[in-house]
T-cell receptor, first 113, second 118 residues
Framework: GEDVEQSLFLSVREGDSSVINCTYTDSSSTYLYWYKQEPGAGLQLLTYIFSNMDMKQDQRLTVLLNKKDKHLSLRIADTQTGDSAIYFCAESIGAGNNRKLIWGLGTSLAVNP | DGGITQSPKYLFRKEGQNVTLSCEQNLNHDAMYWYRQDPGQGLRLIYYSQIVNDFQKGDIAEGYSVSREKKESFPLTVTSAQKNPTAFYLC?????????????????FGPGTRLLVL
């Protein structure tokens, strides 16, 4: 079935790079997303990647997609305390009225000073 | 400013009571969604609507109802039939399935409503 998996926790030191990993099962996914959620808040779109790309860079964020292994990663360079949050990976599958997002459970990133 | 608003931020429900959560967007999006978030369970889809006057059940629709009378608004009612309503409720909106090549349906989220049972 459709499934997206992420590790639940990651702890890094301020200034280091963070790498959050995600695996998915549906090979027909069209877009893959990374969202950030701060405590008590809604989800904020960080970035997305189309399934025919293997890398996307946006300032401190780098997304890598390995379609063969169905593996997606989000790298945050120079991680700051403000990056502490839960990061959700999601894949878009289906088409038209049947299009939906399949969500991971989220990775809680703790940034230590 | 364009965006999605949800109200109230906190909502208390008494036993046997129906409560309605508001979601409004001024992004001119056709599609709107309601999710429920519980600790350790990620996001689960309750209902979604691709167009005015039409909506479909998501994965956990039992005990909830929605309406979509206006493009901008997609209120969610948590009925007394929902036995475990305590959760964080998130509303989102997106463009509908694009007819243009490469167009995609990124979902944008509101700030959420936390529902608690008295």
């Amino acid at each position: 079935g459709e499934d997206v998996e992420q590790s639940l926790f990651l702890s890094v030191r301020e200034g280091d790079s963070s790498v959050i990993n995600c695996t998915y099962t549906d090979s027909s996914s069209t877009y893959l997303y990374w969202y950030k959620q701060e405590p008590g808040a809604g989800l904020q779109l960080l970035t997305y990647i189309f399934s025919n790309m293997d890398m996307k860079q946006d300032q401190r964020l780098t997304v890598l997609l390995n379609k063969k292994d169905k593996h997606l990663s989000l790298r945050i360079a120079d991680t700051q305390t403000g990056d502490s949050a839960i990061y959700f990976c999601a894949e878009s599958i289906g088409a038209g009225n049947n299009r939906k997002l399949i969500w991971g459970l989220g990775t809680s990133l703790a940034v230590n000073p | 400013d364009g965006g999605i608003t949800q109200s109230p931020k906190y909502l208390f429900r008494k036993e046997g009571q129906n409560v309605t959560l508001s979601c409004e967007q001024n992004l001119n999006h056709d599609a709107m969604y309601w999710y429920r978030q519980d600790p350790g369970q990620g996001l689960r889809l309750i209902y979604y609507s691709q167009i005015v006057n039409d909506f479909q059940k998501g994965d956990i629709a039992e005990g909830y109802s929605v309406s979509r009378e206006k493009k901008e608004s997609f209120p969610l009612t948590v009925t007394s039939a929902q036995k475990n309503p305590t959760a964080f409720y998130l509303c989102a909106s997106s463009h509908r399935d694009g007819r243009l090549a490469g167009r995609q349906e990124t979902q944008y989220f509101g700030p959420g409503t936390r529902l608690l049972v008295l």
